[in-house]
């Protein structure tokens, strides 16, 4: 009995793995069969209809036999208790079944929350049957296969989600991007010829002007993100200044933003990294917006550059809203807009910076507390120390 327990936690410890729901199967076999040195096995699903379908086998023999509905699949499925049956038995219900070798056959149902979804069906060649106490305890192992099968399930269905999900955002993006590039050029148009006027058609086209902007930034965030995700972004890696493309990003921030108030402070005099220069730009374009977004107009938001050992250390502090707690594991994911879901964007920013510091060898930090402001750090490897 001891001996059994310590088989199913073993087996327990399995079903915490991550896994498709067909290796899930077949390690439920696997398990089922040490557990009752059994000779070979299946595990049979409730299907459409109402029926036992053969989900994953051990052989050829159990490949070709099928349910039968007054049989005892059925009734361990029904009564959800677990069954053992003499081979002779078992050839009344099932009379082409090879006996080779086999004494008894053993029934455990899969079953969650007194609901039975399966049962695994295990051969075996020993000459005593289980006992009430074995049968309970494989009434068990039975449950906790019933939680990893549907944690496999979810994991199934999740992935499939996510995949339909990437497929529709490069679908989306793709087919939006024609269209929106003749819809661009024509308001660049109207937006020059009509900018310096004061008119209620003015204000109108420069309203159009700053949200087809707004579109046109969504749509190629999506595009870079499908980019990503695929493998396919392209990096030049050179040697570049980072001081330089930092303080180009605050400059051009200024410029858009005149009303923001940015402090820049280098503290490095080696800040050569071997890099993407469009790539970093766009990386502390991200940061600097974020900070932007999240902190009021009339905080300050400070960018500090300083050596350490062989990195150089960015640090893009802030003192806006903060992140909660909860929150600042799932920020790199991507679409995650935590509770800030007024904010303008889809969420991506951080997921795109930590993918180009991946690409770079570098590494990201954040500290945040909730109405204190956030300090993201950044380390990049310095090309010479």
Known sequence: MEKTFHRISKAALKFLEPLEVQET??????????????HDGGLYILGKNNRMRL????SEAIEKIQPNQKGYTYKTFKEKKAFTV?????????????REGINFIIFIPIISKKNASGVVMIRSKKEEALSEGQLKILELYGSLASLAIRDATLLTEINDALETRDHFLSLASHELRTPLTSINGYIQLLHARFRKKKSVESNWINELYTENNRLTK?????????????????????ECHINEI???????FKLKNPERTVAFKNGV??????????KLTQMYSAILGNAAK????????????????KYILSQIIDEGE?????????????????????????????????????????EIKIKSKEKKGTTIQILLPRSRV
């Open 294 to 309: 999240f902190s009021p107009k009339e905080k300050k938001i400070t960018i500090e550059l300083s050596a350490k050992g």
């Open 246 to 252: 930092a303080k180009n990003v605050v400059d051009s």
């Open 322 to 362: 903060g992140i909660p707690k909860k929150d600042l594991q799932k920020i790199f994911h991507g679409f995650y807009k935590g509770t800030h879901i007024h904010k303008q964007g889809m969420g991506i920013g951080l997921m795109m910076v930590h993918h180009i510091l991946d690409a770079h060898h570098g």
């Open 218 to 238: 969504l749509v190629t965030e999506l595009m870079d993100v499908n980019t990503m995700r695929a493998g396919r972004m392209q990096f030049d890696f050179a």
């Open 269 to 278: 005099k080696n800040d050569v990294v071997i890099g993407d220069q469009e």
């Open 86 to 98: 003499t081979i002779s038995e078992f050839t009344k219900h099932h009379p082409k079944t090879k």
């Open 55 to 58: 989900a994953a086998g051990t």
């Open 25 to 38: 199967y077949k390690i439920v076999i696997k398990e089922a069969i040490e557990l009752v040195d059994g």
